[in-house]
């Protein structure tokens, strides 16, 4: 029975990799990432122009400068690391649905049974390259390893000429050449056995188990059997986050919205885009400010429907920082993304067109940023009588019918158009019914309608009563009335003996 | 060329009984060819072709046009609200254009379009928009607070394909003026590109040289019902809709529309009433009362 094939997806310089992520224009330059602070902190990874002039990992900053005066340094960010690895394992998923985060730029995929959808001679070497390939277009530079086993994956990951393919049953022989140090850099027995002359992986499978389990314990025994082509450990398929994060601290912190969006753009883009490639859209958007000295800020943006339009959510991200200033500078920020699937729908080929529900819920969320939330939506009625009353709800249109079809023959129905807030009004009238009306004297910069005139013809009253059981209930005498310029609803508060008008024929 | 043809040919012949039961198709083709010039002759070859072809050239009408269920609108506008075109429908207060914007709604969203509504004026009442059988579901309303907004707001719904968009300005003074005649462009090209009826009601012209259509309602007379010294009922109104412009129409021509209030007939006769009970809600269509 075959073995497992496991594909091992290795990027390598991580914390390096992860800020070019962040900051692609500075892919060209000589740029180095650097732990601990001031002059004490240490190269951990740079670039290859860095490399050149002769940077390497463990020199302190003011050393790594004195060799490259133009070096550019940045300081591990935790949040672009983090946002990278979860990419990665992002690009992974898109082939395989049991992927391992095994941490730092390492991502095992279970590659059993993919070779199906490959069919050139090699399938699995047109398998790694499509796994480079998708990495590289997410923005990560990765290696690619296959074998039987997770140790000869990572191993046959970390050397160049990417894929690099480990046939089945030949994990002994591929490692057995290679230097001990490829095995498991961080063990320090790999030292011990330089010094016992062990060079290659292949020396140190030849030593005897017994004698080497007595002399180097139980993790000697466990790294002979690895050099041997064993490796027992199962593949841990990881599940998937309930939320999406990209973000990342900042150099300087930022005290303007301007530079904060050009910066949050980006930051947005690539949550989109891995938001795409999952086939997934954003329902609800969370902003994680981490502002100075010590400040930390937490907001969240409910979109009306799931979407990925970067332009609408950065819309959204600036009214929300407009109408509530952060108050601190800003060091660092997180996007999250609460995703959803997006909207689907079954075109019809007889009835009326349906709307795109991609495009209907980007429309929807740029309108929610123009308008503001309690302005879009669909209507409803209230349970109740006063006209002025409504309801907004979330706009999903059911799907159209499948057969178009002509409508009712029209019935010629005259509306009112409502005047929401009511009118003022002052009212003349005799014993039975008003007269004369006039609009209340107004601020002139509300620019509402005017209602003036004498009665022509009044019609009333006609009672609306609402919450008689409530403390503040509602009680209203209609008329309608017609004056020269059109006719009116208006009505008496019984509670307050004020007159208003609430509505226009028309 | 076929349906160009036989529309010259039913106008010049309008007493012709095309579709009389107990004429023989042979005999109408023969009567109708006998109708054409000689050069159209011989285009017509069958009653079966000619028949096809004025289906075919119905439903195109049809569309290429949204019924509004307003009668009076659809026979001025030969069918309903042209799509791709901006209509603009001027009218003072109490003309009949809000309801005439609701009755668009109404119709298109019943029979399953999406539609939108750009409610400057924050006008809609939704228990009305549903009892003149809008389907609210299918409905979306937009609450824009100046002009800048509106169009905005309805060149992103156009944008999006609704293949209905009534934009209302409510009463003036209209917050925002007029806009800019290249907004209103803007707003007619997005109609043409995304083949929408783009509706826009206002209390005065605003669209410019953007309007493929513009339509003025007059002022609506008011119909009461009732007797001298009693309570008199408004029943309705009547207002005049008149073509100011249309591509390719010589302008003037007017339709009546006539809206009744809730389910009260315009001209029929008082309907008699009923017993009051005690605290009984009524709500006529429009009206809600509370009879003692």
């Known amino acids: 029975m075959p073995g497992p094939r496991i594909a091992c997806i290795v990027l390598p310089l991580f914390p390096l990799a992860a800020r070019l992520r962040s900051e692609p224009e500075l892919v060209r330059e ?121 140790l000869a994956a990572r191993v046959a990951a970390g050397l160049p000429d990417s894929p690099v393919i480990v046939p089945e049953g030949e994990e002994a022989a591929f490692l057995a050449p290679l230097p001990l140090a490829r095995l498991a850099p961080e063990v320090e027995i790999t030292s011990t056995l ?65 530079p904060f969006l050009f910066v949050g753009r980006a930051a947005l883009e690539r949550l989109c885009e891995r938001l795409e490639s999952a086939g997934l859209a954003c329902q609800r958007l969370g902003v994680e400010l981490r502002l100075e000295p010590d400040g930390h800020q937490t907001r969240t943006i409910d979109l009306p429907a799931p979407t990925r339009d970067v332009k609408t959510l950065l819309t959204l991200v600036r009214l929300n920082l407009e109408e509530t200033q952060p108050g601190a500078p800003v060091a660092g920020f997180t996007f999250l993304a609460w995703p959803d699937h997006p909207r689907e729908a079954q075109l019809s080929l007889y009835g009326p067109a349906a709307l795109s529900p991609d495009k209907l819920a980007t429309t929807l969320a740029r309108l929610f940023a123009l308008l503001g939330p309690d302005r879009v939506g669909s209507p409803r009625p209230v349970d109740g009588h006063r006209p002025e009353r409504f309801s907004l709800v979330e706009y999903t249109p059911p799907p159209p019918p499948e057969v178009r079809r002509e409508p009712r023959a029209g019935r010629g129905l005259l509306a009112v158009r409502v005047l929401r807030p009511p009118l003022g009004l002052e009212v003349i009238s005799d014993d039975r019914q008003p007269v004369e009306v006039r609009t209340l004297v107004q601020d002139e910069s509300e620019k509402r309608p005017r209602v003036e005139g004498r009665i022509k013809v009044a019609s009333g009253p006609w009672g609306l009563e609402e919450g008689w059981w409530t403390e503040e209930p509602t009680g209203r005498d209609y008329w309608d009335v017609e004056l020269t310029g059109g006719i009116y609803r208006i009505y008496r508060d019984r509670g307050t003996g004020e007159w208003f008008a609430d509505g226009i024929y028309d | 060329m076929a349906v160009n043809l036989q529309r ?218 009732g007797e001298d010294g009693a309570i008199l009922l408004l029943s309705g109104a009547s207002a005049r809709l008149q073509l100011e412009k249309q591509r390719g129409r010589l302008p003037g021509q007017s339709e009546e529309m006539r809206l009744a209030l809730g389910e009260v007939p315009l001209d029929g006769k008082k309907k008699a009433p009923e017993p009051p009970t005690a605290r009984r809600t009524e709500f006529t269509g429009l009206r809600v009362a509370v009879g003692y």
């Open chain 1, 30 to 150: 000589a740029v180095v990432v650097t732990e601990g602070n001031g002059n004490a902190a240490r190269v951990v990874a740079g670039t290859r122009l860095a490399r050149e002039a002769g940077v390497r990992p463990g020199h302190t900053l003011p050393q790594a400068r004195a060799l490259c005066p133009k070096l550019v340094a940045r300081p591990r960010d935790e949040e672009c690391e983090r946002a990278a690895q979860e990419a990665l394992l992002e690009v992974a998923e898109a082939f395989s649905p049991r992927v391992e985060d095994a941490g730092d730029g390492v991502a095992y995929v279970d590659i059993e049974g993919l070779e199906l959808h490959f069919k050139s001679d090699s399938p699995e070497l047109e398998l790694g390259r499509s796994l480079v390939a998708a990495a590289d277009k997410a923005g990560l530079p990765v290696r690619v390893g296959i074998a039987s086993s997770k």
């Open chain 2, 8 to 225: 010259r040919t039913l106008e010049a012949a309008p007493e012709m009984p095309l579709e009389a039961p107990d004429l023989h198709p042979a005999t109408a083709l023969r009567r109708l060819r006998a109708l054409l010039p000689q050069d159209f002759q011989r285009h017509v070859r069958s009653a079966r072709e000619l028949d096809r072809e004025l289906r075919d050239a119905r439903e195109t009408e049809s569309e290429a046009t949204l019924r509004t269920a307003v009668p009076a609108l659809d026979r001025l506008l030969d069918g309903g609200l042209p799509r791709g075109q901006l209509v603009e429908l001027v009218g003072s207060r109490t003309s009949g254009r809000f309801s005439t914007v609701l009755a668009a709604l109404a119709a298109a969203t019943s029979i399953g379009e999406a539609a939108a509504l750009v409610d400057l004026g924050d006008s809609l009442d939704p228990t009305a928009a549903e009892a003149l059988g809008a389907d609210l579901q299918r409905l979306l309303w937009l609450r824009p607070q100046n002009l800048k907004q509106t169009l905005a707001a309805a060149e992103m719904v156009l944008a999006s394909g609704f293949p209905l968009v009534a934009v209302d300005l409510g009463m003036p003074p209209v917050r925002g003026g007029r806009g800019l005649e290249a907004a209103w462009l803007r707003l007619a090209r997005a109609a043409r590109a995304h083949n929408a009826a783009l509706l826009v009601s206002t209390p005065y012209r605003v669209s410019g040289t953007a309007a493929g259509v513009v339509l003025k309602a007059e002022r609506a007379q008011a119909a009461w019902q």
């Open chain 1, 194 to 258: 330089e010094q016992w002359g062990v060079r290659s992986i292949g020396d140190f499978a030849r030593l005897p188990k017994e004698r080497v389990a007595s002399r180097l314990g139980r993790t000697g025994r466990e790294l002979h059997a690895t050099a041997r082509g064993m490796d027992s450990r199962p593949l841990i398929p990881r599940e998937l986050p309930p939320v999406f994060h990209e973000g990342t601290n900042l150099e300087w912190p930022l005290v303007s919205l301007e």
